[in-house]
C-alpha cells in the first residue's frame, strides 16, 4: 500500500484547495491511502531563530513525513501570479539545514494541484513552484495537469465536490499520479544495493 502525504498551500478553513484535496482523497485508488498534513503551525522563516533554537518542531514534524511518504501532493491556491507566501516559506522552511535536502526532497514524487475561484486557475502558481522543486530534486509528475477555475461553483457550502466534470478530471489525475507513484517506487527497490553473498 502507497502512503501519500497531502497538504494544501492555503490557511482558510474554508479553502477550495484544501476541499480539493479531501475531494482527491475520495476518488483515490484503494492503492494508496493519503494522509492529510497542514502548514498553519510552521512559522515565518528566520535565519536567526535557526541558529539560536535549530528546526521548529513543526518543521520537523512535516520534514520527517515529507521524506517518510512515497509520495507527496500539493493543492496550491494562486495569489497575485504566484505562490502563496505561507507555502513557499513552508518549502523553505523545510530545506533547512541544507544538509537535509537530500533526505527531505531528492526524487521525491510530487503532484501539484489547485483550485481558485477565477477564470484563471492556478497555472502561474502551480509554474512558479517549478522552479524551487527543481532545485530540490524532487520528482514532478506532469502527466496530467489539473486547474480547478471557478471554484466556489465546484464545491458547495460545506466543501464538497458538485461539479462531475472536475470529480471526472480529479479521478484521472489521481490515478495517474498515485501510478507515478507506484512506479518510482518500484524503481527505487530496483535501484537498491543488493547484499553480495560469496
Known sequence: ????????????RGSFNTALL?????????T???????IRDVP?????YEVEHGIPEPVRKLKDRFAGADGVLISTPEYNGSVPGVLKNTIDWMSRPSADIARV??????????????MGG??????????PFRNLDVHLWSGT?????????????????????????????MAGFVAFVAAN???KVNESPRTAHS
Open 145 to 173: 495537469l489539473l486547474y480547478v477555475v471557478q471554484a466556489n461553483q465546484a464545491f458547495d457550502a460545506q466543501g464538497k465536490l458538485i461539479d462531475d466534470k472536475v470529480r471526472q478530471l480529479l479521478t484521472k489525475y
Open 44 to 48: 515565518l522563516y528566520d535565519g536567526d
Open 22 to 30: 479531501h475531494a482527491a482523497i475520495d476518488v483515490a485508488p484503494d
Open 185 to 187: 517506487r518500484r524503481a
Open 105 to 118: 526532497y531528492k526524487q521525491q514524487p510530487l503532484g501539484l494541484i489547485g483550485a481558485t475561484t477565477t
Open 32 to 38: 494508496c491511502t493519503i494522509e492529510l498534513a497542514s
Open 122 to 131: 492556478t497555472r502561474l502558481s502551480q509554474q512558479a513552484l517549478l522552479q
Open 1 to 12: 500500500m502507497l502512503r501519500l502525504l497531502a497538504f494544501s498551500g492555503s490557511l482558510r
